[in-house]
């Protein structure tokens, strides 16, 4: 794991949250996106040394509003910065680690993602993320 990358927390709706992380944290929203296969908008926010994701279900049936409906609005989980995801999930469950997915798919910001099972994870649910390489033009 190289760092922590951001950490993601379920809101029912950007437009009545991000206020408070602005206004009243004074963290800088950097982008919004909307990640339509996990059902998602995300907002991006600048917390110096690490993002946080707030996370808004755009349907009913997405992972963020069963974890709402369920748990209310909260953390939902950590993420942290791996080289090479396909190495690091191959390690992972060869040491017995259950992991959501053994595959890793596109996530906000074009990262491939994969999550640990929080059984695995004592209660925790962890995602690992590989970020695209920096063209010279990009910021981070």
């Known amino acids: 794991m190289k760092?922590?990358?951001?950490?993601?927390?379920?809101?029912?709706?950007?437009e009545e949250s991000l206020p408070f992380y602005t206004m009243n944290l004074g963290l800088t929203c950097i982008a919004i996106e909307e990640v339509s296969s996990e059902r998602v908008k995300v907002a991006f926010l600048d917390a110096t040394n690490v993002r946080i994701e707030l996370l808004e279900p755009t349907d009913s049936t997405s992972a963020i509003a069963k974890?709402?409906?369920k748990r209310g609005e909260g953390i939902?989980?950590?993420?942290?910065?791996?080289?090479?995801?396909?190495?690091?999930i191959l390690e992972l469950k060869n040491n017995?680690?259950?992991?959501?997915?053994?595959?890793p798919k596109e996530g906000a910001g074009g990262a491939?993602?994969?999550?640990?099972?929080p059984k695995s994870a004592h209660g925790v649910l962890?995602?690992?993320?590989?970020?695209?390489?920096?063209?010279?033009?990009?910021?981070d």
């Open 67 to 69: 974890f709402i409906e």
């Open 76 to 88: 939902h989980h950590i993420a942290f910065q791996v080289d090479s995801i396909e190495k690091r």
């Open 96 to 103: 017995g680690i259950q992991m959501l997915n053994e595959i």
């Open 3 to 14: 760092k922590v990358d951001h950490i993601g927390i379920a809101v029912r709706s950007l």
């Open 112 to 117: 491939m993602i994969a999550f640990i099972h």
């Open 126 to 139: 962890y995602e690992i993320c590989e970020k695209k390489p920096l063209k010279e033009n990009d910021s």
